[in-house]
């Protein structure tokens, strides 16, 4: 059986990640998708890249080195709100404090936003997602979904900023959605997708 070790600490993230590739097969073998913690490697990474994809190819290199035989994935990821330019983007874990709850990350945007009008709340949610492969190459996908900031956290489903991100074409936030649902058209379904197809091609 082979081993995908996902470059991540954040157990949403890995939820997410283990049910949309599930069933993966490289060369006929079944894959594994273990996050770091599962392999016992915790190390420290400096998130210092200018973009979604930089900080997922950081992520990937900094686990591969200690798995130089295994596939590494990362999610670097975050929500950009058109009318906040693009804030807060690379910054989405951060914003306003790592520990802060999201319940207070979510009332302070929706605060920002207040007596904006619908259609200046435009948000996308953005998703990159590096391989790093044994031998040395890194290859990355990026996709996202776009969608609106609401005027109230709304369902309980996801995570992070899922309860104000509004997708009209469902007429509900992804939080709302079923996670299902939201792996179908999420930014991190998308790109993982994109990967997953790249692997079959590139391994
Ligand atoms: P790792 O770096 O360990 O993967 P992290 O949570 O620090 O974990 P990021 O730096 O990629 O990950 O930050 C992503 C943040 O963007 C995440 O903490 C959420 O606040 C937000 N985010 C990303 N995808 C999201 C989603 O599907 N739903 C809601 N919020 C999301």
Request: glycine share 10%; net charge negative.
């Amino acid at each position: 059986m082979r081993r995908i070790i996902f470059a991540t600490g954040n157990q949403d993230k890995m939820r997410e990640i283990k049910k949309i590739l599930a069933g993966l097969t490289i060369d006929g073998e079944e894959v594994t998708v273990c996050s770091m913690k599962e392999v016992g490697i915790n190390p420290e990474i400096v998130e210092d890249g200018k973009t979604f994809e930089e900080n997922a190819i950081i992520k990937a290199k900094a686990v591969a080195g200690y798995v130089p035989d295994a596939i590494v994935l990362a999610d670097d990821s975050g929500l950009e709100v058109d009318y906040l330019n693009k804030e807060p983007g690379i910054y989405s874990a951060r914003y306003l404090g790592e520990d802060t709850p999201y319940s207070i990350k979510n009332a302070n945007l929706i605060e920002r936003l207040s007596g904006i009008a619908d259609e200046k709340r435009t948000a996308r949610f953005v998703c990159a997602i590096a391989a790093a492969l044994p031998g040395g190459k890194v290859i990355t996908e990026t996709a996202t979904i776009e969608g609106r900031i609401g005027y109230e956290e709304k369902g309980e489903n996801g995570f992070g900023y899922d309860p104000i991100f509004y997708v009209p074409a469902y007429g509900k936030t992804t939080a709302e959605l079923s996670e299902e649902d939201k792996n179908e058209i999420s930014h991190r379904g998308k790109a993982l997708r994109a990967i997953r197809e790249r692997l079959l091609t590139e391994i």
